[in-house]
Every structure is written in C-alpha cells, then in structure tokens.
C-alpha cells in the first residue's frame, strides 16, 4: 500500500527522507504530510522543530489530527523563518492592529452615516424653494443651542433650548 505522500507508481522517498537522506519506508509517518513536490514545506519545519521531535510528535498524535498538526507545524515554522524573533506572534500582532485600526475606521464610517442620515432627514423638512423655517442659519448637522431669556429666575442660570432646523 503506497502512502499518500508518494507518487503513484514509484517508491520515490518523502520530502522529509529525501532531506535526511534516509529511506522511505512504507510506513514513514512523514510522507503523508510532506510529499516529495514541496522539499521546502519540510526543511523549514525540520530548521525550527528538528525531524525528531516532529516525528515523536506525530506518532503521539491520533491519524485524524495528524493533518491539523502538521498545518500548524508549517505555518509557525514559515513565520519563525519569516521573522526569527517573533515567529507567528509578529504575525498575530499585526493582524490584531490592523482589526483595531479597521474597527476603528468602522466607527468613523458608522458615525459619519448617522450624521448624513441626520442631515438628511433635517433637510426633507425644508421646501425646495428655501422658505423652510432656520433659526441660526447654519448647515450644521447637530442642534443648535439657542439662547432664551425669560426662562428661569433672576437669580439663575438662564437656560438653553435646543431647536432642529425643519
């Protein structure tokens, strides 16, 4: 029974046994994940894990996660020969500041729709002819303190009412 790692029809050795210069046996625990077609898949892991550990690691691991496992081993050794320093924690960084920066431009955009929806339904209220009624005369989008005297005590603070325009 040939693995999947193998090409059908010859005994060409894994990726791994082919790097370790060793031969593929029929049972080899690295062919089915590191076909001969991608040599740099296993190097990588092998430069940062070592082909020991990552074969007591797979014989320790249950056949149905093996794959997972060994998607996970390529991809942190890909980032730690990225960036030796970080590894894959660089990675996860960066991307937990670009979702901050994009959470971020997503309140600004959501605020800036409340706003122009505000804006919107403040000038369905006025005619098209201008003789729609204003109280201070600007454009702004938000309500405008207008001051009233007589509101309130002498002695008080005056008040302040807010009107929209319509």
């Not at 050794?77 to 960066?94: F, L, Q």
């Amino acid at each position: 029974m040939k693995e999947a790692g193998r090409q059908h029809g010859t005994a060409s050795p894994c990726a791994a046994c082919k790097l370790l210069r060793r031969r593929c046996a029929w049972d080899c625990v690295f062919a089915p994940h590191f076909p001969a077609d991608e040599p740099q898949k296993f190097a990588n892991v092998h430069r940062v894990f070592g082909a020991s550990n990552v074969s007591k690691l797979l014989q320790e691991i249950a056949v149905q996660h093996r794959g997972d496992a060994v998607s996970s081993l390529v991809y942190e050794a890909n980032a730690r020969v990225r960036d030796p320093v970080y590894g894959c924690v660089g990675v996860i960084s960066s991307l937990h500041c670009q979702v901050q920066a994009l959470e971020a431009q997503l309140a600004m955009a959501r605020a800036q729709m409340v706003r122009l929806r505000m804006l919107a339904h403040l000038d369905l209220g006025r005619s098209p002819t201008g003789t729609g009624s204003t109280t201070t005369g600007s454009s702004s989008m938000c309500p405008s303190p207008i001051y009233t005297p007589g509101h309130g005590d002498a002695g008080q603070t005056p008040m302040l009412s807010f009107s929209y325009e319509r």
